[in-house]
C-alpha cells in the first residue's frame, strides 16, 4: 500500500541459561511476562507474534523506522526493569527495519534479522536498526 512499516524481530538475551538452570516452567513464564509487556505496550493495530523459541515479531503499520525505535527502546527499557520473583534480571536485543520499495517479505526480514544479529554481537541488550 506503499505506507511505512516497520518490523522488529526481538530475542530473549541468555534464554537458554534460563531455561537450563532455572527449568522450562521458569522459562515458560519470562515468555509469558514479555508477551504481557510486549501487548500492553505496543497499539491495537501493531501485531506482535512469537516468532520461535525465544524469539517475538513485532509488525508497526505507518510507522518509521526512527519512530520504532521509540517504541523499541521502551519495551528494551520496560523488560530490563522487569523483575519475576527468583529470576535474574532479564533483557532482550531488538533488531529494527522498516521496508522498502524494493523488498519481499526475505529482505524485510533478512535485514531486521541482521540488525538483530549486530544487537547480540555488540553486547545485547541495545537496539540497533538497519535503515
Known sequence: YKRELSLAIMDIDNFKNINDNYGHLEGDRVLKNIASILLKNVREVDVVA???GEEFVLLMDETSANKA???C???????EELKIENLPS???SIGLTSVKNEDNIESFFKRADDALYKAKQSGKNRVIINA
Open 90 to 92: 532479564i533483557t532482550i
Open 73 to 79: 527502546e521502551k519495551l528494551r527499557i520496560a523488560i
Open 50 to 52: 512469537r516468532w520461535g
Open 69 to 71: 525505535f521509540v517504541v
